[in-house]
């Protein structure tokens, strides 16, 4: 059992993944899955032990984050931080800065774009959001090209989590990304700072949630290819910059290597990647949402996830002519309590 846990992990690549970075970061991504199933016991319980495992699953989480980032500071302090290559480059405190605004920045606008939407998991959204990961990685190994120093361009595989961010709404899209970033620092890792690991994995991959932030507008409802398209924008861009600013502030040694006059020239050249992957999300997740039958399904799938307005009951219709769904708000005294998915009540 000890060399279990001291032997190094070696990925489907063959790239090494040292054991003081691959347990912490495995027992983080089953920390967070469970926080996930926790928050879905939530409505099949009682109250007063609905708000313990809630926090019961915050402090988990927290604790397991708190664990995962301090091992990799000490592989950071025992490997790297004296090598004379990329230490030269770590000890900028932009490097912390841009992590922990990137960090706050993100959490505002889930908040504030999704506060019509929960982080409560139903039997539905658990099942849809443990097939999208599944789907997702994956995917991610059918890669038309990968780089030398990470990063690699797939077939489309942010596709699936996308769809569910586009459907169960961006909080749970949140959640969902974060797990799947840290699964990506097991599948392709290149860690060297828990800083760099923060930008390059959790922030950017929790970023694919951005993919349903113009779902809700109004003025989009009939054109669902365009709101899609324009929160994978939105996904792209946001994971471009946490990308570029770990590029700039933990591996500018590969651009004086490539001898490139500017640090911040080489990582936006060289993280330029992440647009030609969200381009081919873009073209294939077009296609799905011009299909009416597509369409259809995903408006069925949003029906129990809408967050009602005090005072009032939503329901959704589907308009066949234009592929999309209308969203009608009738006055009426409503149980807000009274919105759990109605498959979990037949299950009971």
């Given at each position: 059992?000890?060399?279990?846990?001291?032997?190094?992990?070696?990925?489907?690549?063959?790239?090494?993944?040292?054991?003081?970075?691959?347990?912490?970061?495995?027992?983080?991504?089953?920390?967070?899955?469970?926080?996930?199933?926790?928050?879905?016991?939530?409505?099949?319980?009682?109250?007063?032990?609905?708000?313990?495992?809630?926090?019961?699953?915050?402090?988990?989480?927290?604790?397991?984050?708190?664990?995962?980032?301090?091992?990799?500071?000490?592989?950071?302090?025992?490997?790297?931080?004296?090598?004379?290559?990329?230490?030269?480059?770590?000890?900028?405190?932009?490097?912390?800065?841009?992590?922990?605004?990137?960090?706050?920045?993100?959490?505002?606008?889930?908040?504030?774009?999704g506060r019509h939407t929960t982080f409560e998991f139903n039997s539905r959204s658990v099942a849809f959001a443990a097939v999208c990961i599944a789907m997702s990685f994956a995917l991610s190994y059918v890669r038309l090209f990968k780089l030398p120093q990470g990063g690699s361009v797939t077939l489309a595989s942010l596709l699936p989590i996308m769809i569910f961010s586009y459907i169960f709404g961006i909080k749970k899209g949140y959640l969902v990304g974060i797990i799947y970033g840290v699964l990506?620092?097991?599948?392709?890792?290149?860690?060297?700072?828990?800083?760099?690991?923060?930008?390059?994995?959790?922030?950017?991959?929790?970023?694919?949630?951005?993919?349903?932030?113009?779902?809700?507008?109004?003025?989009?409802?009939?054109?669902?290819?365009?709101?899609?398209?324009?929160?994978?924008?939105?996904?792209?861009?946001?994971?471009?910059?946490?990308?570029?600013?770990?590029?700039?502030?933990?591996?500018?040694?590969?651009?004086?290597?490539?001898?490139?006059?500017?640090?911040?020239?080489?990582?936006?050249?060289?993280?330029?990647?992440?647009?030609?992957?969200?381009?081919?999300?873009?073209?294939?997740?077009?296609?799905?949402?011009?299909?009416?039958?597509?369409?259809?399904?995903?408006?069925?799938?949003?029906?129990?996830?809408?967050?009602?307005?005090?005072?009032?009951?939503?329901?959704?219709?589907?308009?066949?002519?234009?592929?999309?769904?209308?969203?009608?708000?009738?006055?009426?005294?409503?149980?807000?309590?009274?919105?759990?998915?109605?498959?979990?009540?037949?299950?009971?």
């Amino acid at each position: 059992m000890n060399n279990l846990f001291t032997l190094a992990v070696t990925t489907a690549d063959g790239d090494t993944l040292p054991p003081l970075l691959f347990w912490p970061i495995l027992v983080l991504f089953i920390t967070m899955f469970l926080c996930m199933f926790l928050i879905y016991l939530k409505n099949r319980i009682n109250q007063q032990v609905a708000k313990a495992l809630i926090f019961t699953a915050i402090i988990i989480c927290v604790a397991a984050a708190i664990v995962c980032l301090s091992l990799i500071g000490t592989y950071y302090s025992k490997n790297i931080k004296d090598d004379g290559y990329y230490s030269n480059y770590l000890k900028s405190a932009a490097l912390y800065v841009s992590a922990v605004c990137l960090v706050a920045l993100s959490i505002a606008i889930v908040f504030s774009v999704g506060r019509h939407t929960t982080f409560e998991f139903n039997s539905r959204s658990v099942a849809f959001a443990a097939v999208c990961i599944a789907m997702s990685f994956a995917l991610s190994y059918v890669r038309l090209f990968k780089l030398p120093q990470g990063g690699s361009v797939t077939l489309a595989s942010l596709l699936p989590i996308m769809i569910f961010s586009y459907i169960f709404g961006i909080k749970k899209g949140y959640l969902v990304g974060i797990i799947y970033g840290v699964l990506q620092a097991i599948q392709d890792p290149y860690i060297v700072h828990p800083a760099q690991f923060l930008l390059d994995y959790p922030i950017a991959f929790s970023a694919i949630a951005f993919a349903g932030v113009f779902c809700e507008i109004q003025a989009l409802k009939k054109l669902p290819q365009v709101s899609f398209m324009l929160g994978a924008i939105f996904t792209g861009i946001a994971r471009y910059i946490t990308h570029f600013l770990s590029g700039v502030f933990a591996f500018g040694a590969y651009a004086v290597e490539s001898e490139y006059s500017s640090i911040a020239l080489y990582s936006a050249a060289y993280n330029s990647f992440v647009f030609v992957d969200i381009v081919i999300v873009i073209v294939v997740g077009v296609i799905l949402f011009s299909s009416p039958a597509f369409v259809k399904e995903v408006i069925e799938r949003q029906r129990n996830r809408i967050q009602p307005v005090p005072g009032q009951a939503h329901t959704l219709e589907y308009d066949e002519q234009n592929d999309t769904v209308d969203i009608l708000s009738k006055s009426k005294d409503f149980d807000l309590t009274d919105h759990t998915d109605k498959s979990d009540k037949k299950d009971e």
